[in-house]
Structures are given as structure tokens and as C-alpha cells.
């Protein structure tokens, strides 16, 4: 089993310039993808998703 990469949502929110009310907004219209809980207080999201919605994202741009 590969044990999957994990960006805390302070990195995320540094890496991708959206502020932490942005990426909850998106996360509660369904526009982003779910975080996965690391403890009782923190979340983190899988690498491969929020590069696999980047792509989406880049794909929708296009057209």
C-alpha cells in the first residue's frame, strides 16, 4: 500500500492563493474536494485530489 501525500490547509491555502473562508465555500457548493481528518482538530487533503481538481479546473478554462 502507498501511503498518499497530505497537504495541511495552511500549505494549501499558501500554495494555491485562496483564502481558508474561499476553500470552504467551494467545499460546501461541492467545487472542492473534501479534506480527510488527521486528528480531533485537523484535516489535510490527499495531494492527488487537489492536483486532480487544478487539472479539472485547468480543463473547464479552456473550453
Known amino acids: ?17 485562496l483564502s481558508r473562508s474561499s476553500i ?14 488527521l486528528g480531533r482538530r485537523s484535516v489535510g487533503w490527499r495531494t492527488v485530489e487537489i492536483e486532480r481538481w487544478l487539472d479539472e479546473m485547468q480543463e473547464a478554462s479552456d473550453e
Open 1 to 17: 500500500m502507498t501511503i498518499p501525500e497530505v497537504i495541511r490547509r495552511s500549505k494549501l491555502e499558501e500554495r494555491l492563493g
Open 24 to 37: 470552504y465555500k467551494m467545499m460546501a457548493d461541492g467545487r472542492f474536494p473534501r479534506p480527510i481528518k
